[in-house]
């Protein structure tokens, strides 16, 4: 589904991925772990289209990102740190918006299923979103790539200032999606949330992908032992 | 595209901030129109009351020998326009007042600036004050918010991400917050068509038409390019301060450089010098209070030869009365002499400072906001001419009357009764016809037109490069 083939880019010389490549099947997830500035961020915005890789080639279920963003960008959701969403705009009408950007139409009815789907309880969707936790307008941002049935997320460090309730309904809520045939690459620093969400780990350093893995080979202790080593080395 | 605007007016309605300071504008512009009409209506009162005064004293001389009644003249008030209340244009400055009177053209006097508290001369709370000056800068703020919120926030890649392409999410804020001006600016105009239902006619409707697309033309341009000023930065607050610094130049800076260039490029002589070169011209023609002087010897001889007869006194005319006319007549061409070169230079002064909507589309709007209105220049010379006019009319009947009315030379006690005062019908100004103000602002509105489809290039461009992250 996601294939990225000798993916390199810099910025102003400094470079931000080298020769990166990476398939990721069906019904996969993938944990992007890494420090700060190590390049999971570009590889998502690469992955987007909003960047241009120097060189290599990126195709999302064999169309190529750079030359048909247009056309790959209605595969994927993308949910960042933080949701943005309007403030001004109910959960609901936020989804409506979003889902008549991408074309689509739906019923209230059907946002409502969407939302509630996505786990934002029902007494929620009506409320300005002015008022909603990080982990209820990821749920709505959720709820947006689902409704516009994506096929591919791309989550930039999702779990981060989540409650553990709420970072373990996001992990459900991501194998669920997994479950149903998305593909989805996480970006991350959380070790323990990868470990358990994800089928396999990538871990990156200074652009490059240094080691990858099945999460089902290493326990959680072994993965931050693995990780510490790599980020130390 | 219609699913961003529709969303960005939700924004304008459900934000508390957004609303209050709505409502202040539209309370605001509502008092503004409302003083307008009522300061027009009590100029016209002053004005019809004045001028049925003067009227009634002309009618009521019972005896007068026309040339007394020449010097003793009249007034003529320059009238209120319906759409004053909206821009007056420049006839704060102008003067209001012109003295009718025979040998002499006067100058309008008595503008309102000259007799207001210097506080008050900055100028009254008019529409267009608000709607030139105070309107746009909340635009600016509205459509630079607009997009800098989205960019800020990261929603713009989310946006880009559902498939909303970058052209139409930059035109939609565009003409989201165009609308919200162009609410603003209908809410003046309706409420002055409500207010002057009853006095106002198919011109005036029209003329309040172009008006109205002027202003939103004019908001389209600038709300556009502060639309493309915060996609092209990355720092809002660079965008933010360039918009502010590009609506200082275009309305306040930019309007007097450019008009003190202008005077500088064709330059108006002095009053003292208009003076001077007035007076010698006329001195060069008939004295028509001196019998001794040497053109009007021959004008005696051309009359006495024209009725066969060898001496003024056997004259069954009054030659006194065609001496005065004869200098009237030289006046009269004196006059369109220096000031129709004084007429060629404003209008060089007007084409030039109308370039000036090339860099700056204000003086455009500013130019058409008053042409429409009527307080323009050109219909303020208009004014002049017509009185100008009825003033060469009534002192010719004056002098005739003097000539032919039955008197003989020198017999300057002799007296025309009411009857002829009455027949001396009073002056009525006709307003300039709407064809004459468009061909005179023809230049600002294609320059107008102009700015929008720069603007639109410009939104394309900005969509190209607009910075997502």
């Known amino acids: ?233 | 595209m219609w699913t961003i605007i529709k969303n960005e007016i939700h924004f304008l309605c459900r934000n508390r901030a957004m609303l209050m300071i709505s409502f202040g504008f539209i309370v605001v512009l509502l008092i503004s129109v409302f003083l307008g009409i009522k300061q027009a209506e009590e100029q016209e009162k002053i004005y019809q009351e004045a001028k049925t005064h003067l009227r009634s004293q002309w009618v009521s001389i019972k005896e007068m020998n026309p040339h007394s009644a020449a010097h003793y003249g009249t007034y003529v008030f320059k009238p209120t326009n319906l759409l004053s209340s909206l821009d007056e244009g420049v006839n704060s400055v102008t003067g209001n007042v012109l003295r009718v009177e025979g040998h002499v053209q006067n100058e309008i006097v008595h503008s309102e600036a000259s007799q207001m508290i210097s506080v008050s001369k900055f100028g009254k709370l008019k529409s267009s004050l608000l709607l030139k000056f105070i309107v746009p800068l909340l635009l600016i703020f509205l459509a630079f918010y607009s997009v800098s919120s989205e960019k800020q926030s990261g929603r713009l890649k989310l946006l880009i991400l559902q498939g909303a392409k970058p052209f139409y999410i930059v035109l939609s804020k565009t003409i989201a917050v165009w609308f919200y001006g162009f609410i603003l600016l209908s809410i003046v105009v309706l409420s002055y068509t409500l207010l002057n239902l009853s006095n106002s006619t198919s011109e005036t409707f029209l003329r309040l038409s172009l008006l109205f697309l002027s202003y939103a033309i004019y908001y389209f341009i600038l709300i556009g390019l502060t639309i493309y000023f915060s996609t092209r930065w990355l720092r809002t607050t660079i965008a933010l301060t360039s918009m502010l610094g590009i609506w200082m130049i275009w309305s306040v800076f930019l309007p007097n450089i450019l008009m003190s260039s202008v005077e500088k490029w064709h330059p108006l002589p002095s009053r003292a010098e208009f003076k001077t070169a007035m007076i010698e011209d006329r001195s060069k023609g008939i004295d028509g209070h001196n019998p001794s002087d040497a053109r009007g010897e021959e004008l005696k001889e051309k009359v006495l030869k024209e009725y066969g007869v060898d001496s003024i006194s056997k004259l069954p005319i009054n030659f006194d009365g065609i001496r005065m006319q004869a200098d009237e007549d030289y006046g009269n061409i004196v006059w369109d002499k220096h000031f129709g070169n004084l007429r060629k230079v404003q209008k060089k002064q007007k084409e030039a400072f109308q370039l000036g909507g090339i860099v700056n589309p204000f003086i455009s709007l500013q130019n058409t906001s008053m042409g429409f209105a009527g307080n323009d220049n050109l219909h303020h010379q208009e004014f002049l001419v017509q009185v100008e006019n009825y003033r060469r009319d009534l002192i010719k009947a004056l002098n005739n009357e003097h000539a032919f009315g039955g008197s003989k030379t020198g017999n300057w006690g002799w007296t025309a009764n009411n009857d002829f005062y009455k027949s001396i019908p009073d002056f009525a100004y006709k307003s300039v016809a709407l064809t004459s103000v468009l061909s005179n602002y023809v230049l600002d509105i294609a320059l107008l037109l102009g700015w929008l489809i720069f603007i639109l290039l410009l939104l394309i461009r900005g969509a190209k490069k607009m910075q997502v992250i």
């Open chain 1, 1 to 233: 589904m996601i294939e990225l083939k000798g993916v390199s880019k810099s910025f102003k010389g400094a470079i931000a991925v080298k020769d990166f490549s990476l398939t990721i099947g069906k019904g996969e997830i993938l944990g992007l772990l890494g420090a700060n500035g190590a390049g999971k961020s570009t590889t998502i915005n690469m992955l987007l289209g909003f960047i241009q890789p120097d060189s290599g080639d990126i195709n999302i279920k064999g169309i190529d990102v750079i030359k048909e963003s247009g056309e790959t960008r209605k595969l994927i959701g993308y949910i960042p740190e933080n949701v943005s969403l309007y403030p001004y705009l109910s959960g609901l009408e936020n989804l409506d918006y979003f889902c008549r950007l991408a074309g689509f139409v739906y019923s209230m009815g059907e946002l409502t299923d969407f939302l509630t789907k996505c786990g934002l309880q029902t007494e929620a969707h009506n409320r300005s979103v002015s008022g909603y936790s990080k982990g209820m307008r990821q749920k709505v941002g959720i709820a947006i790539a689902y409704a516009k049935k994506a096929q591919v997320y791309l989550l930039d460090e999702p779990a981060s200032g989540l409650d553990p309730l709420a970072s373990n309904e996001l992990s459900a809520l991501l194998k669920s999606l997994a479950s149903e045939g998305a593909s989805i690459i996480m970006a991350s620093h959380d070790i323990f949330r990868v470990r358990e969400v994800c089928n396999r780990i990538g871990i990156l350093k200074k652009g490059t992908l240094v080691k990858e893995f099945l999460s089902d080979d290493v326990s959680a202790n072994e993965l931050e032992q693995l990780y510490l080593e790599y980020m130390k080395n």
